[in-house]
DNA sequence: GTCTATATAATGATAGAC
DNA sequence: GTCTATCATTATATAGAC
């Protein structure tokens, strides 16, 4: 494998079980079967690690947004989105741990994270107005009120994993399960 | 002021403004105004001042739980509630930022913290049954779903404040009832 | 591209004087 | 209780050989 590529999955891989703090350009050099001076030669330094691994997920969020919808939408369509969100997030969660932190230290990284997660925003907003033509669901007139649900919506597909490892559970299928049922529970009032 | 709180203060400063990663001891010493030798007679180390950090705030949600209802309760019990959660949790912010980390690399605290924070979830719990005994709300009768709505409002209100600072939006009164209506959203539609 | 060796700086922590 | 001085350790980062 790419070396590169090799020091990125290394880095994930650690930076997911012990957090960004813990992990040092050593750890991550030994846990590759790299030297020091090697890992330099491809970065030039950790920061710069950790960028790279948000860029790769920004592309991943990218290429969802662009999957198109060749049907008209149903409860069950929801659910694939919510549940694929779900495993992204928990394949970079160091990142969604934390983001205050990790955003504040990267201007740049900021920027770019924000775009991208702005125009996710935006794609719910629009799934919700399509189930809503689609007469599965009965929105709110008031636009505040829409916008309120989808914030909480939002929030909870963001923290939902997060908030399970501060509990201790296991993340597995059921726990992520549980994270739908909680969004589906929030829109539930509204079916139509 | 005695020295031992002036660093504790100090550091919970520190804490917020850059996380705990980015802050050193001699960073919390210099701030405070003394050498890094007297920092250490105070404390033995940098996780033995978050845990006091920590016991702190633990004290502060026991105080909290502890203060009697004298009235049946209406609504505005409610938005009081909330609005002294986030004031609490604004104050702690380093700690809900970095929950993951912080509980991980300390059973003792974590053992703690999650005691304290399941009362305040039962208590919670509580205050939705007056709210149903009293008439303002009408509960559904699956106490699962309860449970949900329950845990719904319980992630609003623990992570809404670091989901303002991804935001790069400042938290003052007016972002922090914008959360507070969010957790009347999820109950409104069960409103009696 | 990759390694070994090493420079530099910061951090956590202690000893001992006052 | 508080300071100064100091140390061991670790982390980042670079130089130069292969």
Redesign the interface.
């Known amino acids: 494998m790419d070396t590169r590529e090799k020091i990125l999955d290394t880095a994930l891989t650690l930076f997911n079980k012990e957090?960004?703090?813990?992990v040092s350009t050593n750890h991550i050099a030994e846990a590759a079967g790299i030297s020091p001076g090697n890992l330099y030669y491809h970065f030039h330094n950790k920061q710069e690690i950790i960028r790279e691994l948000f860029q790769r997920l920004n592309i991943i969020w990218e290429t969802l947004e662009s999957i198109p919808q060749d049907h008209a939408p149903v409860m069950a369509d929801l659910k694939t989105v919510i549940e694929a969100n779900y495993k992204i997030i928990w394949q970079y969660r160091f990142l969604y741990?934390?983001?205050?932190?990790l955003?504040?230290q990267d201007t740049e990284l900021?920027t770019s994270f924000?775009a991208v997660r702005q125009r996710g925003f935006d794609g719910f907003h629009e799934l919700l107005h399509m189930f809503s033509e689609a007469g599965v669901l009965d929105l709110p007139d008031d636009p505040k009120?829409v916008n309120?649900?989808q914030?909480?919506c939002w929030?909870?597909s963001?923290?939902?994993l997060?908030?399970l490892?501060?509990?201790?559970l296991k993340v597995n299928e059921a726990e992520m399960q549980r994270g739908v049922?909680?969004i589906f529970?929030?829109i539930q009032?509204y079916l139509a």
């Open positions: 957090g960004t703090a813990a741990r934390e983001l205050v932190a955003l504040r900021r924000l009120v309120e649900l914030e909480i929030l909870i963001e923290f939902w997060t908030n490892e501060v509990n201790g049922n909680l529970r929030v009032p």
